[in-house]
């Protein structure tokens, strides 16, 4: 059974940082492209960042590039997402998700195979 799950949330100031974490089981880890969305209190999922399966390229969301990294570990089957300069409207939660096989991107939220449960970031003012 494909699993993903996610850690690192939690209440962050304004400008501060926080990296979250997804550790991934059930699938091959390598073929799939893997990511974060997010979803904000009463608005639609977002795509944040992806690793494609293909040479593991990386694709951010306009509002987070220059901030935002993404980064995995393939032995132990986990990808990262480093938060710096974190705002008050980035308060969601964040879910991994997987796209593949040989997926060149996260694509919309409709193509994604494996969502994890998500872990809450708050960031205050």
């Known amino acids: 059974e494909a699993q993903l799950v996610e850690s690192g949330g939690g209440l962050v100031q304004a400008g501060g940082s926080l990296t979250l974490s997804c550790v991934a089981s059930?699938?091959?880890?390598?073929?799939?492209?893997i990511g974060w969305f997010r979803q904000v209190a009463g608005k639609e999922r977002e795509g944040v960042s992806c690793l494609s399966a293909i040479d593991r390229d990386t694709d951010y969301a306009d509002a987070v590039k220059g901030r935002f990294t993404i980064s995995s570990d393939s032995a132990k089957k986990t990808v990262y997402l480093q938060m710096n300069n974190l705002k008050p409207e980035e308060t969601a939660r964040y879910y991994c998700?997987?796209?593949?096989?040989?997926?060149?991107?996260?694509?919309?939220?409709?193509?994604?195979?494996?969502w994890g449960e998500g872990t809450l970031v708050t960031v205050a003012t």
């Open positions: 998700v997987a796209v593949g096989p040989y997926a060149r991107d996260c694509a919309g939220e409709d193509g994604v195979d494996y």
């Open positions: 059930g699938f091959t880890f390598d073929d799939y492209a």
